[in-house]
T-cell receptor
Framework: EAGVAQSPRYKIIEKRQSVAFWCNPI?????LYWYQQILGQGPKLLIQ????????DSQLPKDRFSAERLKGVDSTLKIQPAKLEDSAVYLC????????????FGAGSRLTVL | QKEVEQDPGPLSVPEGAIVSLNCTYS??????FMWYRQYSRKGPELLMY????GNKEDGRFTAQVDKSSKYISLFIRDSQPSDSATYLC??????????????FGKGTLLTVNP
């Protein structure tokens, strides 16, 4: 079974620039999550999709972050404009149902904002 | 007070040692408890998943939950250098309807020295 694919693995940008991350979940997994993991911290949920609908985006900074999952499969997370504090690893995960009993994570996209 | 507290370490032990990793929590609504292992530059992977108070064993790993004290532990017996990683505790509650929200601890960095 192929895992959760994410790209790019690394990205360095200047503050106020924009960046986009892509995620392709495990085939058949209806629920997709984007987590932010700042160095030395545990992952924090940014947004959760069920198919192509948003289930929870309460911790997404909507003034600068956006995410979409148009066809209920792959997803894109965008940051515009980026701030220094956005430097983090952005982890995508997927699960079969709404309950994250078994979350499968991708390797993450590491963002450095200078 | 944070919902989930986890000693970040770092923890360094000799090969063969018994390792104890711990988390405390304040939210009584947490019903399910997990331990994730995260190798450097990789996404977290599920190690143990428990619901009820008591012990659950899987090979060299034992997860312990004490809901009355709001305290969970992960024990690793006969630790190996390959166990060197960051260990994240995670807990979930019902955030609304049938949706469960996962909250992570900060993670404990473990190094097992040969």
């Amino acid at each position: 079974e192929a895992g959760v694919a994410q790209s790019p693995r690394y990205k360095i940008i200047e503050k106020r620039q924009s960046v986009a991350f892509w995620c392709n979940p495990i085939s058949g997994h209806a629920t997709l999550y984007w987590y932010q993991q700042i160095l030395g911290q545990g992952p924090k949920l940014l947004i959760q999709f069920q198919n192509n609908g948003v289930v929870d985006d309460s911790q997404l900074p909507k003034d600068r972050f956006s995410a979409e999952r148009l066809k209920g499969v792959d997803s894109t997370l965008k940051i515009q404009p980026a701030k220094l504090e956005d430097s983090a690893v952005y982890l995508c995960a997927s699960s079969l149902g709404l309950s994250p009993s078994v979350l499968t994570f991708g390797a993450g996209s590491r963002l450095t904002v200078l | 007070q944070k919902e989930v507290e986890q000693d970040p370490g770092p923890l360094s032990v000799p090969e063969g040692a018994i390792v104890s990793l711990n988390c405390t929590y304040s939210n009584s609504a947490f019903q399910y408890f997990m331990w994730y292992r995260q190798y450097s530059r990789k996404g977290p992977e599920l190690l143990m998943y428990t619901y009820s108070s008591g012990n659950k064993e899987d090979g060299r790993f034992t997860a312990q939950v004490d809901k009355s004290s709001k305290y969970i532990s992960l024990f690793i017996r006969d630790s190996q250098p390959s166990d060197s990683a960051t260990y994240l505790c995670a807990m979930k509650d019902k955030s609304g309807g049938s949706n469960y929200k996962l909250t992570f601890g900060k993670g404990t960095l473990l190094t097992v020295n040969p």
